[in-house]
């Protein structure tokens, strides 16, 4: 960061400030979970960032909403931050952000092993088909070809071979 953009955002801060200060603080309050996540999610995707930020977000905007339709007011904004449901719903938002981040990682890893299993069947199933269409000749061609010395042929296929 260069002091430009320090500057820039220093001043867009008190602006803010002086403009908005019931919806600053209820977004710094009500958000701290958010925050947390952020200085805690080192990877590159920033999941749990956007996991838990976003949920977090969820539940804070219908107390920003009510907040900036009724009465924009420091009273209000503290009425909200004391309200002990208020606070269980922003950071109940940010509890199943959490919940999500942490739990669904290993149901996609296993969904992707089971897909990667299902595929393997498949292709030997087609290796099998094509060795009884065209027999062992195609690894020994192909061995040959590449330079490899020809593998075992396995007892099924040349029981099978045997026989036609």
Not at 97 to 115: E, K, R, T
Not at 127 to 134: G, P, T
Not at 155 to 162: D, G, H, I, L, V
């Amino acid at each position: 960061m260069n002091v430009k953009s320090i500057v820039w955002g220093l001043l867009i801060l008190v602006l803010l400030l002086m403009a908005a200060l019931p919806t600053v603080m209820v977004i710094a309050f009500g958000m701290l979970p958010g925050m947390v996540a952020f200085i805690v999610d080192r990877t590159e995707e920033r999941s749990a960032t956007f996991c838990v930020g976003g949920l977090n977000l969820c539940g804070v905007f219908p107390y920003l909403l009510e907040l900036w339709t009724e009465d924009h007011s420091l009273e209000m904004a503290s009425s909200q931050l004391t309200d002990v449901f208020v606070l269980a719903v922003m950071y109940g938002g940010a509890c199943m952000g959490w919940m999500l981040y942490l739990s669904l990682p290993p149901v996609i890893a296993s969904f992707i092993q089971v897909m990667a299993e299902r595929r393997l069947q498949q292709r030997r199933k087609t290796q099998s088909d094509i060795l009884k269409e065209w027999g062992n000749e195609v690894i020994e061609d192909a061995n040959l070809g590449a330079g490899i010395a020809p593998a075992p042929v396995a007892e099924e296929s040349q029981k099978e071979t045997a026989a036609a």
